[in-house]
T-cell receptor, first 118, second 114 residues
Framework: GAVVSQHPSRVICKSGTSVKIECRSL??????MFWYRQFPKKSLMLMAT?????????EQGVEKDKFLINHASLTLSTLTVTSAHPEDSSFYIC??????????????FGPGTRLLVL | GQNIDQPTEMTATEGAIVQINCTYQ??????LFWYQQHAGEAPTFLSY????GLEEKGRFSSFLSRSKGYSYLLLKELQMKDSASYLC???????????????FGRGTQLTVWP
């Protein structure tokens, strides 16, 4: 099946620093990727839709200047948490939709990145 | 807005059958998904329904009624490893720059007892 990777899997940083998370589709091209965050024992909350070659579309209530998204190629999207604060600590998960080979029904999720801001 | 509702917790015994219900009210609809998520891990795809009816895949089956805004996931012959959170997700219409967004319910934590 399709594979999506994320890097890093875990990161600890100091308050005020910026953290970049990468999401890659390994065996298919993804014109659209999605970024979610998940708090403990809560469901996934969609943050933004990342579109290759154009600006990301953010969900209501998500600060676009706080969570910078760049989708520079068909296999890579990055999420940068700028000036991170402890309340940004969360599990960040990306997903990608594969439109090739008849698998377009499915979104494939990356393994997630656990961010802890001290 | 999007409203997706499913029970918070369920318990069952090994070998039994369990049905997890999901109701939804969304502005657009282009498919309903069920995912399984173990603690600390990313969700894994279980099933997809876009037309009314039952989709069967091994021990897992999923049902959809679009007119009722209702779906269920049926797990048969439960095993201990099935203890996980089960997420119902509705996909938005495939239009524009937010192609096929998924909106998730809060998940149902299933505990399987021996």
């Amino acid at each position: 099946g399709a594979v999506v990777s994320q890097h890093p899997s875990r990161v600890i940083c100091k308050s005020g620093t910026s953290v970049k998370i990468e999401c890659r589709s390994l065996d298919f091209q993804a014109t659209t990727m999605f970024w979610y965050r998940q708090f403990p024992k809560k469901s996934l909350m969609l943050m933004a839709t990342s579109n290759e070659g154009s600006k990301a579309t953010y969900e209501q209530g998500v600060e676009k200047d706080k969570f910078l998204i760049n989708h520079a190629s068909l296999t890579l999207s990055t999420l940068t948490v700028t000036s991170a604060h402890p309340e940004d600590s969360s599990f960040y998960i990306c997903s990608a939709r594969d439109f090739s080979g008849g698998r377009q029904e499915t979104q494939y999720f990356g393994p997630g990145t656990r961010l802890l801001v001290l | 807005g999007q409203n997706i509702d499913q029970p918070t917790e369920m318990t069952a015994t090994e070998g039994a059958i369990v049905q997890i219900n999901c109701t939804y009210q969304t502005s657009g609809f282009n498919g309903l998904f069920w995912y399984q998520q173990h603690a600390g891990e990313a969700p894994t795809f279980l099933s997809y329904n876009v037309l009314d009816g039952l989709e069967e895949k091994g021990r897992f089956s999923s049902f959809l009624s679009r007119s009722k805004g209702y779906s269920y996931l049926l797990l048969k012959e439960l095993q201990m490893k099935d203890s996980a959170s089960y997420l119902c997700a509705v996909r938005d219409d495939d239009r524009g720059s937010t192609l096929g967004r998924l909106y998730f319910g809060r998940g149902t934590q299933l505990t399987v007892w021996p």
